[in-house]
């Protein structure tokens, strides 16, 4: 995920925290904890709290990959990034558990916050508004695999491609997917035919909605049936598209 | 519907054989009841709508969704939405997406409150009930510096310990009767928080520098229980 920049200034932090950078870097992880845990409490309560704290620890997790700064992070967050999720609409039909999408948002937050990155991120605000992203990008992830399961077949989803791949697989798949479809854009003889097959497949609309969407380009829903069913005959034969698809 | 079409499952045994138009109605869901009803009797039929059913898979595998943004790109238009410019290629896309509108939506559902931009409101207080101590086996006292207290089906034991200079007080507490995880223990003096930690795996914390006149605080995630009675412990070491 590209992180744009806040627009506070990035001495913002040590203007909001009592606290000395130099003093933070200086202490103990256990001391940090003790003191994020005082300050949290104190924001919970509505009195007047420092963030240099937790910031800090985020430091120690993220730059210096710190594990008992990770872990208390972590711990501490999970509450709050699960009632993230929770308040989404979208949370009790995935069928997922809060537990997976914290682990899944912490794991994203982990790997885009690198080192080089965190120095984007000067304030705990800004860490936990990147953290909170992260956690609605995992369950658009979920939503758009649910959808896959149901737009497709099973016995295809079965040999096809996994919803959740790794980076480069994925990257490689687009690629493959975005030649497939300019091949198929090659087979079609005019903008309707580009219109159904781009809707039928690519949006997933029926045959309904694609009249709904275009009346000025077809005369009715029949219309739409007649040219997906010529599409759909012409590229059945089509060998060089039957090797493509391993027919 | 390929080659082979025609010669599949033999003749339809339910004539007059559904049509293309039909089949493929069929098989986007669109199809009239009598359709349904053939299908369910012609096996000969039931096959071509299920060729059609399998290209169509095959196709949407390859090509559905093929142009939506990821969920970063649309997360970063939730960014630039704040903070820079919108990439133009994914919000014309976004215009003509209803599937990316929805998605659009429910990311900005879930980070429409920024976090920690304002404190959550009071929790609901709970005050802890001090116990009357009961006795062990054999009658004695097993831990004579532990007090209990109860609130509702929670049971909380405290002790208090001298430690480091003759006036530190470290309080040591177990809060059992609960699976709930991220607890955290409070002081609260005067009504600020003056020091706090996580309850650890078995419910268990300590807490040093007590003060007299110290509250202790119990935070769960939907109300807190506080005991008030620790003063009762506090006045024997003060």
Known sequence: MQ???????????????????????????????????????????????????????????????DEQAWEYIFRHYSPLVESWVRRSGAFSSTGETGEFFVVSAFTRF?????????????????????LQLCA???????????????????????????????????????VHREEFW???????????????VYNSFVMGMKPGDIYTGRPDLFDGIGEVYNVKRNVLGRLSRNQELRRMLAL | MGDDEGSTDGACCCPPELDELDVLAA???????????????????ASRAQQLRTLQGQLRQQLFRLFCPSSDELAACIQADTSGPLNAHITNHILGCPSCQSDLALLASIVARPPHSTPPPPLHRVIAQPQ??????????????TRLYRAGTLRISLSLERYGNPLGLRLRGTLRGTRQRAITASLISSGRVISSTPLDFYGSFT????????????????????VEALQHLLHEYY
């Open chain 1, 110 to 130: 982990w790997r885009a916050v690198t080192p080089e990155k965190f120095g984007s991120f000067p304030t705990l605000a800004s860490l936990l508004h990147y």
């Open chain 1, 182 to 196: 300019n091949y198929i854009n090659t087979q079609l003889n005019d903008e309707a035919e580009r219109v159904v």
């Open chain 1, 3 to 65: 992180y744009i920049l806040p627009s506070q200034p990035a001495s913002r932090r040590s203007a909001i925290s009592t606290v000395e950078v130099g003093q933070l870097r200086q202490m103990s992880v256990a001391t940090l904890v003790e003191r994020c845990t005082t300050e949290s409490e104190r924001f919970y309560r509505g009195q007047p709290h420092d963030p240099g704290y937790s910031h800090e620890l985020f430091r120690r997790a993220l730059v210096e990959r």
């Open chain 1, 136 to 174: 609605g990008c995992v369950v658009i992830d979920s939503v758009r695999a649910q959808s896959w399961a149901e737009m497709l077949p099973e016995e295809t989803l079965q040999n096809g491609r996994s919803p959740l791949t790794l980076p480069d697989e994925e990257a490689m798949e687009r």
């Open chain 2, 132 to 145: 009357p101590r009961a006795p062990t086996k054999g009658h004695t006292w097993s831990q004579p510096d």
């Open chain 2, 207 to 226: 807490l040093n520098d007590v003060p007299n006149g110290a509250v202790l605080s119990l935070r769960l995630p939907t109300y807190e229980i506080v």
């Open chain 2, 27 to 45: 098989v986007d869901g669109e199809a009239s009841v009598a359709v349904y009803a053939h299908l369910e009797q012609c096996s000969a039929c």
